[in-house]
Every structure is written in structure tokens, then in C-alpha cells.
């Protein structure tokens, strides 16, 4: 098509309710008639508007998103993320271009991707290490009567306030949403239409759970605007709200979900912070020592031994001490030294070595598994534990940071 039928063509699709209705109308006569058009030559249409009827009339609503919305790839385009921009053209990518109208704003989900490396720009840890796993959503904002959002380089944008962020069922959306998951976000404005890419750690792992997209007014995640539901973790709109507050669900495959990875993230967030921070970061006093007792010389080994990696990175999935590893990783090489063979997994590591009854009676070396599921590390003494945390890396912390499920010790009495 030339630019001058392509600038005709958006025209006829501009976002206005009048026109939009009138198009609606056209459409239902071009599905009536659609047998002897043909013949009649009597539809007294543009030419602009007769393309806008043929396209819709032949597609779906889809395509009408897809001519007055840039694509998701067109906006990490925009801002110079030509790495993010193929992502979002690959088959991994979902393309959603829904719209949602609350307040005095119609908000689109134009599409989601989630994996790892995709962008140019990877978000780094405090320690260095990059964020491998990340979720980046674009969304389109708009006012409905029509008036253009500010540019971003104009002074009335530093006056709209919106707040873009997945959020998971089952965990409180105002203890985890994208300010604590290492989120951020990159606004352009394109033709009145504010778009808004935003990113955080990767949703994909929680696949099995429902997973939601919300955008309301205000800076920060807004209490009033959504509901949510203690019992069976489920987030929904506040339908007396009276201003913005759009919630989409998010099309995941659940074959991606990762309940292992997905629990120890949930661990490592910190969603007590007086009291988690406090107990998940401890430093040892310089006159701490590993006990080790008769019987027990080979776990007191294994507890002075996983000492040396602390401030190590943590890394899902993999199990280097000294690159990066996960909980049932960090335990897995840690004991593999020692020559004690343990599974890559938490819950395979549960069934290794004898229970221990109480925490009263455990020794340097045990096992400590949480109930936050698939979370275990290795017991040091004076109430203290050394393990792999998601974002922290190889720390340690008192042993009730979270509750404790059971103890087992790798090596009998």
C-alpha cells in the first residue's frame, strides 16, 4: 500500500466513538449485502472508508488494533532495544491488543514476553550479576474524548501518574507487584497515545497460578481500586471505583510454570521487611566457630565448608559454588565435596539421611527444609543457617526466617 491509502485508511480507523459507530453499522450492511455488492456498485462509501469495511470485515477486531496501535516490536524499537524488538516479532511472544476503558482512559494490552536475555539492556543485581529472567508487557494509554497525552518531553506529563505491573494470584498484589520485583518501565508518547513498556523479574514461573496485568491511576499499587481476595488468592476490579483501574489476564502456558523456582523467589522477596530483613541477614561475629561433635565431624565439614561461598551469586537451576547456584544446588555441591551424593532438588533432598525431631537437636551440617516449599539450607549452629537466596546470593541467616518444615541429617549418628 502507498502512504497516502495508509494515511486514508487510519483516518477512516481514527479512535472516535461516532465514527466508530458508524463503521459498525457499515460493517453489519457489508455482511448483508455482501452476495451482490458486486453487482449493485450502489454502496456510497470513500475510498478510505470501503478499505476500512473490506479489512474488517475480513479480519478481526484484532486487525483494527493493529492499525491504530504501534506494535509492541515498533516500541522496544522506539527505544533503541532492537534485541527486545525481534523478541517481540518471535513466535514466543504474545500479541494481545486488548482494550479496556475505565475512568477517562482506554488502556490496550498490546502484547507480553517473558525469557531470558531478550533485551539489550538486562537489569543487573546489586552484586553485579545480571537478571537473566525477565517479563516486559507494552501497554497503549489514551484519554476517551480523544485529547492527546502529552509528549514525554512536555511538562504536563511529569503531572499523569500511572501504575503498570503483573500481578500473582494467591500473593497479595500490594506486597508483590513490580516495585519489588525488580521493575521499571519506559514511557514514549507516538500520535496522543501514551506507550508504556514496562519490565520486572519473570511472571512465567508462577504459569500455574492465574496471572494478571493491572493499570490504574496514582504511582503506586492502589488499595481502592482492586479487590483482593484472601481465601482463594483471586484479584478483581473494585467496581465502585470511579477511576482507572484496568485488570487483564494474562494468556501463560502453564507447561512454563516452575513451582520450585517460583517458591524460593517468593522466599528471597522479603514481603515482612522489619522483620524477614532482620532475620535473613545476619553477619557471624568473629570468634563464631563450627562445632563439631562426636559422630557429626562430617556434617560440622560440610557447615565449614559452605561458609567459604557467602556473598557468592545466586543463580536458578544451576550449582556452582562459586558462579552461581540455587538452594538444593548450593547443598547438593556442598555435600557432593564431602563425597555425600544429594539430588538437584529439594524435595528429592528431603527423602535423603534420617529426620531430626527438633531444632533443639540439630547439628552443624542438618538440613533445614521451609515451608515456603522447595527452600532448604544447611544448618551452622547458634540458630544460624547458610544458604542460597534468590536476589541475596550465598548468605547467612537465622533458622526461623521462614517456618521450618523439617530437619534431616545426611549422615547417621
Known sequence: MDKRFDDALRRALAPNDEVNQRLKQKILHCVEEQGTMAEKQKMKLSVAAMAAVFLLCVSSVTVYG??????????????????????????????????????????????????????????????????????????????????????????SYGELEFFASPLICGYNPALVNIANMSGNFTDITEEGILYRLLECDSVEIFADHDLYLCVSDGMFYNTEAYLYDELTGKISRNEEYEGLNALFSLPMDPSGANPEAAAEYMAGLGT???????????????????????????????AEYALQFVGNPYVWGEDSLTEGTDSSGFTMSVYGYLGISLPHSASGQRESGTEVDALENAKPGDLVFYETPSHVAIYIGDDMVVHAMPKTGICISEVDFDTIAEIRRMEPE
Not at 74 to 101: M, P, T, W, Y
Not at 289 to 299: D, L, P
Open 66 to 155: 493493529a492499525w491504530k496501535y504501534m506494535s509492541s516490536s515498533d516500541i522496544a524499537g522506539r527505544v533503541q532495544d532492537r534485541k527486545l524488538a525481534e523478541a517481540f516479532r518471535s513466535e514466543h511472544a504474545q500479541n494481545i491488543n486488548e482494550a479496556q476503558c475505565y475512568g477517562e482512559y482506554r488502556v490496550t494490552l498490546l502484547g507480553i514476553i517473558s525469557g531470558e536475555l531478550l533485551s539489550e539492556y538486562p537489569h543487573y543485581h546489586a552484586d553485579g550479576s545480571i537478571d537473566a529472567d525477565r517479563t516486559y508487557a507494552v501497554v497503549a494509554i489514551e484519554n476517551t474524548d480523544g485529547t492527546p497525552m502529552p509528549d514525554t518531553s512536555e511538562e
Open 272 to 302: 515482612e521487611p522489619d522483620i524477614l530483613t532482620e532475620k535473613l541477614y545476619v553477619e557471624l561475629e568473629g570468634t563464631f566457630e563450627v562445632e563439631a561433635s562426636e559422630g557429626n565431624e562430617k556434617g560440622a565439614a560440610a
